[in-house]
């Protein structure tokens, strides 16, 4: 077996890492969202026409929906980022990679965070000497499967526990596959050396709470943008796409879950507001939605851009692809058993 290795610290990558994204991404992300709707708001009588007024209730429903839930999952997530010291997931984990792999996935479910957030926090994990398999194994569940999602789809799907049984399941498999999957087969050429920034002295209580709302800004505006942007998308994918389309791939099992796994790497909604889009999309069966909701934690295009920032793109090439090909396959074979 070959593990991937850690690499030494230097800061020309670390310029790199931050380079990843403009500091305004989150501003132009929002600002894409809201410009449109606000003309269409202002636009006089075509703004009071029937296909105008679907598009403005679902957009406003999904972001006051999941609004909520994407502020309580940036905050645990910053605090968590903020107040929980590295070592404390050193300690937790089995020394063997291949029995820290699961431990790691499912550690996921206790540890809430936004996927922007887990990219930079399996970064500094490896930094510290946790095994790159195991950090990638909570990099992907981390997001997929804490309290504040499941509690999320619980309320998208009401009276369906099932669904939330099936995410669970099927994101916790993926995750722990593919941490298996990069220990036996990862090379050390595909993972960039990964940065670590040195803080120097000891840092008081004021210093931790400055990180957090530092954190909590910072993963709030990503994740908002993102957020109102996929409203929109996917008011705009209800009201405009003629319904002869949507039951071409409705109406295939095989092509509505392909259609929604690559709806959700474009969307690249957050995971804590994505259950009430799949929710919307009432016309696809249900084992595609939960396609929808394992891939679109774990692969979208804010994503693969934040993980070739982190760890270069050669990793984040080759482990997008192959997480997007194994969520399918798991989501496939738990929502073929349990929905």
Known sequence: ?????????????????????????????????????VLLFVVGRWGDAPAVQAWRTVC?????QATPF???????????????PERVFQRVLPR????????????GVVLPGCECASVPVAGSLIGRGVPPAAAFAFLLSAPAINPVVLTATAIAFPGQPAMVLARL????????????LWLRF???EWLRPVVREQHGGHRDGRSRWDEF????????????????????????????????VLDTFAGSPWLSVLFLAGLAVLLAVCSEADAFLAASLTAFPAVARLVFMVVGPMV????????????GRAFAVRFSAATVVVAVACSALVGGVLL
């Open 60 to 64: 406003l429903a999904v972001t006051v």
């Open 300 to 311: 979208d295009l804010k994503l693969i851009a934040l993980q070739a920032g982190t760890f």
């Open 70 to 84: 994407l502020l309580l999952g940036t905050a645990l997530s910053g605090a968590i980022n903020a107040f929980v």
């Open 213 to 244: 709302r530092r954190g909590f800004q910072h993963d709030f505006l990503h994740a908002g943008g993102f957020l109102v942007l996929g409203a929109m998308a996917a008011a705009t994918f209800n009201v405009a796409v003629p319904r002869s």
């Open 1 to 37: 077996m070959t593990e991937a290795g850690t690499g030494t610290e230097s800061e020309a990558d670390g310029g790199r890492q931050g380079a990843a994204l403009p500091p305004y991404w989150p501003l132009l992300l929002v600002a894409a969202a809201v410009v449109p709707g």
């Open 169 to 180: 399941l099927a994101s916790l498999v993926t995750a722990v596959v593919m941490g298996w």
């Open 186 to 188: 990862g090379k050390a």
């Open 96 to 107: 063997r990679a291949a029995l820290a792999v699961p431990v790691a996935g499912v550690a």
